[in-house]
């Protein structure tokens, strides 16, 4: 969570020269407009600037460019986003799609690798492009992936749907032209899970970041962060922060299970515009550690010279295991221990690949993380390799 951030005034003067970059406007659809080509590599048209299949309304132009910039700061060396089909000039029927008309349904890619393919093994950044979309107006996603459906809600199953993004624009929640955009940065965006490794003892400390686009000169230097708790009561009203260095640490204790909302509002000079928010950012809080219990070998078990670990894994929080590391003592009073490297995904059991001697008692544990961040560890369980163990020498 502890990103780094890039202040605005890097990006700035690039990223509004983008957006206002010309384009032209469908004579069969008004207010239908191409994506132009890139003025950079922060992203892809899948089919050639021309070719009559990347019209849309400017609201979803605007959308694209935004997201493209965004991501392209937080990974620039890739994958970048690639921009398919949405609609045609004139809005008309777009096969093989049965939508694609109203210029607002794009199809989306990364390229590489694809992040939008449930075969990429990266869900969670998967997660964080769709969060990043969701925050800048996207209403519905649609994507097979289970676990991006479970972390964010706007995202839905559609059958031929498992190796693109199928985005749906929401017009009235995409940033408008010439103000400042606001964007929670990517540790507590939207329907993110926070763990308790994220907060301080007393559960207190939370880090709540974000990004300012485009801000013009005359604007004030600082913004204000509001904290809700779910039923929409005011938690927490910061003092003024500066934009310079756009971190706030929540100073209240947040509760083990409870979901919390919050925003930045930009605070302008008297006089020179009117407020600008964030979009509400939802969060929910899963303060306790997984559960871990070691299954096989069991304490006290004899096994081969090849075991298999195996141990459950209880979560009523976020969900599943997201990572493990197992760790093989060989030494029963010491602990002194041989480490595998950490291991994606959701597992349960483990089979040891180096030949471990035999009639030798050793002592084993998992250590698991689940989606919040927290981390577990099993308790210690010993087993024999059963056969004759070596002469000492003398």
């Keep these: ?51 009559g299949r990347a019209w849309g309304r400017p609201e979803t132009i605007r ?12 990974y620039p060396e890739g994958p970048a986003l690639r921009i398919g089909d949405i609609s045609k000039p004139d809005g008309s029927t777009f096969p093989p799609h049965k939508t694609h008309k109203d210029g607002l349904s794009i199809d989306l890619t990364t390229r590489s690798p694809n992040l939008c393919h449930i075969k990429t093994g990266d869900s969670e950044r998967s997660i964080e492009l769709a969060r990043l979309l969701v925050s800048l107006g996207a209403r519905r996603i649609f994507y097979n992936d289970p676990k991006v459906i479970e972390a964010v809600p706007e995202v839905r199953k559609l059958e031929k749907h498992d190796d693109h993004f199928h985005v749906i624009v929401q017009p009235e929640l995409v940033p408008e032209g010439g103000v400042p955009i606001v964007v929670p940065d990517a540790g507590v965006s939207a329907n993110a899970w926070v763990g308790g490794l994220s907060l301080d003892e007393d559960q207190t ?52 299970g409870h979901s919390y909302r919050w925003r930045v509002t930009l605070a302008p000079k008297e006089g020179t515009g009117e407020p600008v928010s964030s979009a509400w950012s939802t969060f929910r ?27 459950t894994f209880e979560d009523v929080g976020a969900g599943e295991q997201v990572r493990f590391q ?53 308790a210690w369980a010993t087993f024999v390799v059963e056969g004759k163990a070596p002469r000492k020498r003398r």
């Design 1 to 51: 969570m502890n990103r780094s951030i890039v202040l605005a005034a890097l990006v700035g003067v690039a990223f509004l020269a983008f957006l206002v970059a010309p384009v032209e406007a469908s004579p069969d659809a008004p207010g239908y407009v191409e994506m132009p080509p890139p003025s950079d590599d922060s992203y892809v048209l899948v089919s050639p600037y021309g070719s």
């Design 63 to 74: 959308f694209l460019s935004i997201a493209a910039t965004e991501w392209k700061r937080r």
């Design 205 to 256: 400390g939370l880090v709540l970041s974000w990004r300012v686009l485009g801000v013009p000169k005359g604007w004030a230097k600082t913004a204000r962060v509001e904290v809700q708790n779910g039923e929409g009561g005011v938690l927490h009203e910061s003092e003024p922060v500066r934009v310079k260095r756009p971190v706030f640490r929540l100073p209240v204790a947040l509760e083990h």
């Design 285 to 311: 809080c899963d303060l306790q550690p997984p559960v871990l219990t070691p299954v096989s070998p069991k304490d006290g078990a004899t096994t081969t010279a090849q075991p298999e670990l195996a141990w």
């Design 326 to 378: 197992i760790e093989v003592s060989r030494d029963k009073k010491r602990r002194r221990k041989v480490s595998l490297p950490e291991v994606a995904g959701a597992a349960t059991k483990h089979t040891v690949s180096a030949k471990l001697p035999v009639g030798r008692e050793y002592g084993w544990r998992v250590v698991a993380w689940d989606g919040a961040g927290n981390r577990a560890e099993s």
